[in-house]
């Protein structure tokens, strides 16, 4: 996985792209009141504080702090002569104190009877394409199964996990797991994914409204990074256990990429290593919004084609980094950057994702561009790998961090607020609108009204294993809802663990039903 323009499978608008999209009544239609003006603003102040419901003094002195910082910027903002910020009123919050999953939910093997699409979902047409008729042998090679069960009031949120069996008995070897638990004073769900091969993340059960803010508060993150300087701890490296080996088998990164021979053929140890080497990283998605409904861990490689905005870590391997910067950080409080090699690797990217390469070379993939915002930038999206803040693991559950984003009738808006390193307690916020200077954030529309159809265009793969063209991945027409995603999503990447509470979902205060 590379951190430049990548493309991922279109949201179920054409014939040759299968779309699992359930067709459901919307429950109530909102209403906005005002939009988010600012690329670098102070939090809004909403219905209900953002403190754990269980959150002691400090927690709560902390609350009063941002509500006066809040007020002070509304004065600010009006003398601006800026549009008021949306008022929001509160609709779900679950802080996991109620059991999750009592009845059981059993394990399923996934059969791709319905696959998201037919590009980059796990068999998706790309991979033999790129790879040949290896590639099925590799992918058939085990079977994948997946649990789901709702959570929240009225079942408003839904767990979605997979796993590997590895020798097809049946039996899953390191089952990832969503489950009670506590941290730092609060009740938590705790996220664990013991092999890369797993996934467990947070979605919406139906799909969100046009207008939006979603929030929650991360309490502990284990998915990579160095602690107390270093990559290796607690018989770990980058977050991995040092058990056998762990590569992306079977969805490399194209047959034309560095870190292996590119042969499908190739036992597993052979293909790229996620532990070290060229792909040697770590991760985890903090909140993404995707542009279909009920989404679910698949690989990597499929999410890139399937994001519009997102908040996640990349934990880099000094491998991969190398003799390069690895990146750059934004150092918010005096706006200037440093090199991501000198940071912990506990970053927060705050970015959206834009239109495709269209026409990917030969053993490539598919895959949308990057565009990263910072205050560094003056919240400008910039195609260059820049991350908005540090995260210090070793604080937490002491203290914590809130992620959230949010949906207006121009754009998207993503917040991440908590104690950074280097620049201390910060709340860092960023609006994008849907278009700027002819540059959209990717199927952006969640209505078709919303959209002119002025993107359209068609996905070329041209590979020595085959060719293929998909028409109409924008088309006037077409819709995409948004769901979100908290957790770890890829099925050949990523491995570790973490806790979070106080999932939180707001709609506009004057909202119609």
């Given amino acids: 996985m590379t951190r430049t323009p990548l493309s991922r499978a279109p949201a179920g608008a054409t014939p040759t792209s299968r779309s699992r999209v359930r067709t459901r009544p919307r429950r109530t239609a909102y209403a906005l009141t005002g939009l988010v003006c600012g690329a670098l603003v102070l939090p809004l102040s909403l219905d209900t504080a953002s403190a754990a419901p269980d959150a002691g003094p400090r927690a709560q002195a902390q609350t009063q702090t941002q509500a006066q910082a809040q007020a002070q910027d509304v004065a600010q903002d009006a003398a601006r002569g800026a549009k008021p910020k949306v008022s929001w009123r509160l609709l779900h919050s679950e802080n996991f104190a109620r059991r999750l999953d009592p009845g059981g939910a059993p394990w399923t093997r996934e059969t791709y009877a319905e696959p998201f699409d037919t590009i980059m979902d796990d068999n998706g047409q790309w991979y033999p394409n790129d790879y040949g008729p290896a590639w099925n042998t590799a992918f058939n090679s085990f079977d994948t199964y997946r649990k789901e069960f709702p959570v929240g009031d009225g079942g408003w949120l839904t767990a979605s996990l997979s796993a590997r069996d590895w020798n097809k008995d049946g039996l899953i070897e390191k089952a990832p797991s969503i489950t009670n638990g506590r941290a730092g004073g609060?009740?938590?769900?705790?996220?664990?994914?013991?092999?890369?091969?797993?996934?467990?993340?947070?979605?919406?059960?139906?799909?969100?409204?046009?207008?939006?803010?979603?929030?929650?508060?991360?309490?502990t993150i284990d998915f990579g990074g160095k602690r107390n300087g270093t990559i290796d701890y607690d018989n770990r490296v980058n977050g991995y256990s040092k058990d056998g080996c762990k590569t992306q088998h079977p969805w490399g990164e194209g047959s034309n990429s560095p870190g292996w021979e590119g042969d499908a053929s190739a036992p597993y140890c052979e293909w790229q290593d996620v532990r070290e080497g060229n792909y040697g990283y770590n991760g985890f998605h903090f909140l993404s919004i995707v542009d279909f409904a009920d989404p679910a861990p698949r690989n990597n490689h499929f999410w890139h084609y399937r994001r519009k905005v997102l908040m996640d870590s990349f934990s880099q391997h000094p491998d991969r980094v190398g003799s390069g910067t690895g990146g750059r950080v934004c150092n918010s409080t005096s706006n200037t950057y440093y090199n991501y090699r000198d940071s912990s690797f506990n970053t927060v990217n705050m970015w959206i994702s834009g239109l495709p390469n269209w026409t990917p070379g030969r053993g490539g993939l598919a895959g949308n561009s990057q565009w990263f915002m910072s205050s560094c930038s003056g919240g400008v999206a910039e195609q260059q790998l820049t991350s908005a803040a540090e995260l210090q693991p070793e604080l937490m559950p002491n203290q914590d961090y809130v992620f959230a984003i949010e949906r207006d009738a121009t754009g998207y808006t993503l917040e991440a607020s908590g104690n950074f390193a280097r620049v201390g307690q910060k709340t860092l916020r960023f609006h994008r609108n849907f278009i700027v200077d002819n540059q959209p954030i990717w199927h952006y529309n969640v209505k078709p009204g919303e959209y002119d159809g002025r993107f359209n265009n068609?996905?070329?793969?041209?590979?020595?294993?085959?060719?293929?063209?998909?028409?109409?991945?924008?088309?006037?027409?077409?819709?995409?809802?948004?769901?979100?995603?908290?957790?770890?999503?890829?099925?050949?990447?990523?491995?570790?663990?973490?806790?979070?509470?106080?999932?939180?979902?707001?709609?506009?205060?004057?909202?119609?039903?």
């Fill in 458 to 513: 068609t996905l070329v793969q041209n590979d020595d294993n085959g060719s293929a063209r998909w028409p109409d991945q924008w088309p006037a027409g077409s819709a995409y809802p948004d769901s979100f995603v908290i957790g770890d999503l890829y099925t050949n990447v990523y491995e570790g663990s973490a806790g979070l509470t106080d999932i939180k979902l707001y709609v506009p205060r004057t909202g119609r039903k």
């Fill in 186 to 219: 609060s009740t938590v769900a705790q996220l664990k994914v013991p092999d890369h091969t797993g996934g467990a993340i947070f979605r919406p059960t139906e799909q969100l409204p046009d207008q939006y803010r979603i929030e929650y508060r991360l309490k």
